[in-house]
């Protein structure tokens, strides 16, 4: 049940990528929340690429654990605690390193840059987009299972945007035994009711 409500929940949600803004997915069945958290990497951390040294995985590692920790989640009266918590990772990209020899990106999300750039008189500035990896985008999904001292709840407020200083709005869907509901969250409006 709380599977299949889940999937309709998705497919609204499919292909966001917006940075600033993350998708959270909640769906209550008696004392218990599953909630899904999908955010572009760029809200946790400064780069959307891979880390392969060890200060970026250090970075990207300490965010994901402070996200992993469910105190942002804050719930009324039940309280709750995450009892587990699966994070995957969806790293588009694969062509960039390949492209630094040419001034054509296939897979270039910035079309309307390339364009202007037809005769390559650009070139330093197409190999600094390489560098900063701007063509390419990442996105972190964690899946929590949360059990609750009871099935009561009320105000519900997601206090993500300390955690998480580039996010400006949280894109909540609810399904709860009393009914389904969205709202887009904010810094000033982080609450809903559930
Ligand atoms: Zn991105």
Known sequence: MAATSFLSLSAT?????????????????????????????????SFEYQPVDAEDKLKLN????????????????????????QVSYSWQSGTVEASEQSAHHHDDH?????????????????HDHDHDHD??????????????????????????????PALKKVQMQWIAERGQGAKTLTPDEPGFKL
């Open 13 to 45: 949600a499919a292909d966001s990528h917006v940075h600033g803004e993350l998708q959270l997915q909640l769906v209550q069945q008696g004392a218990t929340l599953a909630v899904r958290l999908e955010s572009p990497l760029a809200n946790l951390v």
């Open 62 to 85: 300490q965010v994901v654990s402070q996200l992993k920790n469910t105190a942002w989640l804050e719930t009324t009266p039940a309280q709750c605690d995450a009892q587990q918590v």
């Open 110 to 126: 910035d079309h309307d840059h390339d364009h202007d750039h037809d005769h390559d008189h650009d070139h330093d500035h197409d």
């Open 135 to 164: 063509s390419q985008h990442a996105s972190v999904t964690m899946e929590y299972e949360l059990l609750c001292d009871s099935g009561e709840f009320g105000d519900i407020s997601v206090s993500l945007f300390s955690v998480l």
